[in-house]
């Protein structure tokens, strides 16, 4: 191989390599927009190595579901993708044949921008020829086929690439992406009270005012649960002189947490509800019903539970 033909396709692998690279950690980051930004590199590229005349759909219809590129004269259709799963594969030949669009173009392929599967076998609709062996392509498939050209398309490939080659990996944060990955670990695995500096200082105003309102409703929660303690220890006071009674509200405790119903220990402490009284707070003294409290704090919880995602998903749009 001529050196200077060894030189531009190393710098075309390198090029590559590294957009494979960056896809996949954006993946392992759960940022999965990758692939809408590299549609007009990849629809520049499969141009140039294949002679085709692509398009991207996705300019003139947003988000198109199914194909992203289209070359209607040589019939081809093109799925840029960052997901290499046999779910992704079949979910697009399906869709593909239901919208009919083999009648439009009689090649599908699905362009994976990560290391696609070593094979994929899958049970896919019959009315349309689709090789799962020659159609699904990633990058050391595209490589292939540019070792295969003339030296002049292979020059003007490397030249095309050291133009439209995206820059937006040089501006990647990866420190800042990382401290956003911890936020997110941390929210999930129930921390929200040691992430408060950083939420400060990497957030927008309004993740920020969701972030508080998730501490609100967990200390609300905290301040229940100490309220429901107390009321439990008051009444295991006065269930004192009747052991029997104590017995039975302690067994009740411990079966509605184990089957999660509750409807007989509310009715039991229903009985007890007006001779209980706690300090509810600094200037009031209130009979509680165990009841309404304790149902109170599990319809919080699942408030906590749904903030929690959508706090996440906020984060997440931060990190693109």
Same mark, same amino acid.
């Given at each position: ?19 494979? @690279? ?14 809408? *930004? ?12 294949? %002679? ?15 194909? %992203?590129?289209?070359? *209607? ?9 960052? %997901? ?13 044949? *239901? ?30 020829? #689709? ?48 401290? #956003? ?30 972030? #508080? ?16 303690? *107390? ?17 039975? #509200? ?15 220990? @509310? ?13 509810? %707070? ?39």
């Amino acid at each position: 191989m001529p050196l200077l033909r060894e030189q531009n396709i190393k710098y075309i692998i390198e090029k590559l390599a590294l957009l494979q @690279y960056i896809v996949r950690l954006s993946n392992k980051q759960q940022l999965y927009d990758s692939a809408k *930004e590299l549609e007009d590199f990849c629809m520049g590229l499969l141009n140039k190595i294949n %002679d085709w005349n692509l398009k991207n759909l996705n300019n003139e219809n947003p988000n198109n579901p199914i194909i %992203d590129l289209s070359d *209607e004269v040589n019939k081809v259709a093109i799925q840029v993708t960052s %997901d290499k799963s046999g779910n992704k594969v079949k979910e697009t030949v399906t869709a593909f044949v *239901e919208k009919q669009l083999q009648n439009t173009y009689s090649r599908l392929i699905i362009l994976i921008l990560v290391q696609k599967q070593d094979r994929y076998s899958l049970m896919l609709p019959q009315t349309f020829n #689709f090789s799962q062996k020659n159609d699904i392509w990633d990058y050391s498939d595209l490589i292939s086929k540019i070792k295969g050209l003339p030296p002049e398309k292979i020059i003007d490939i490397k030249n095309y690439i050291e133009i439209e080659f995206p820059t937006s990996e040089c501006k990647i944060d990866y420190e800042k992406l990382d401290r #956003f990955k911890k936020i997110i670990n941390q929210i999930q695995n129930g921390h929200e009270d040691e992430i408060k500096l950083e939420i400060e200082i990497l957030c927008s105003q309004k993740t920020k005012e969701e972030y #508080f309102e998730l501490i609100e409703l967990l200390n609300r929660q905290v301040e229940c649960r100490d309220f429901l303690e *107390e009321y439990v220890n008051i009444l295991l006071s006065i269930l004192s002189e009747e052991s029997w009674k104590k017995d039975e #509200f302690e067994i009740l405790m411990a079966e509605s947490e184990q089957y999660d119903n509750y409807e007989q220990l @509310y009715e039991f402490c229903d009985e007890y509800s007006i001779i209980v009284s706690l300090p509810y %707070d600094a200037n009031i003294t209130k009979c509680i019903s165990y009841r309404v409290e304790h149902k109170a704090l599990i319809e919080r919880e699942n408030e906590i539970i749904k903030k929690r995602k959508e706090l996440v998903e906020l984060i997440k749009q931060e990190m693109k």
